[in-house]
Nanobody, 121 residues
C-alpha cells in the first residue's frame, strides 16, 4: 500500500490547514492511520491517529482542541484539520498507516512522503 499526502503550504499564525492522505488500497478495519510531524532540528513526533474501523481518534496534547482527524471510507483517505495554527506547528507532516495504535513510530509500517506546513508569525 502507498500513502499520498497533500495539503501543506504557507499559513499565517491563527489560520488553518487541511491535510489529506489517500491510501492506494482500502485499509483493513483493524488498521490505524494517522499523522506524525518533524519540525526543523527536532525529532519526529506523533500528532494524531484514527482507527479505520470504529473511528476512535487520538491526539498529542499540543494539538488537542485545535486539531481534528477524520476519515472517508469511500476515498480510503484520512484528513487532518488544524486550526489556530502556531509557528511551532511548522513541520513536515507525514501520513502513516499501521496495525495498531501507539503514539510512537513502531506500529506504523507505511509512511507517506510528507507535506510541509509552514506557519508564519
Amino acid at each position: 500500500v502507498q500513502l499520498q499526502a497533500s495539503g501543506g503550504g504557507l499559513v499565517q499564525a491563527g489560520g488553518s490547514v487541511r491535510l489529506s492522505c489517500a491510501a492506494s488500497e482500502r485499509p483493513f478495519s483493524s488498521a490505524v492511520m494517522g499523522w506524525f510531524r518533524q519540525a526543523p532540528g527536532k525529532e519526529r513526533e506523533f500528532v494524531s491517529a484514527i482507527r479505520w474501523g470504529g473511528g476512535r481518534t487520538y491526539y498529542t496534547d499540543s494539538v488537542k482542541g485545535r486539531c481534528t482527524i477524520t476519515k472517508d471510507n469511500a476515498e480510503n483517505s484520512v484528513f487532518l484539520h488544524m486550526n489556530s495554527l502556531k509557528p511551532e506547528d511548522t513541520a513536515v507532516y507525514y501520513c502513516v498507516k499501521g496495525s495498531t495504535y501507539l503514539p510512537s513510530e513502531d506500529p506504523y509500517a507505511v509512511w507517506g512522503q510528507g507535506t510541509l506546513v509552514t506557519v508564519s508569525s
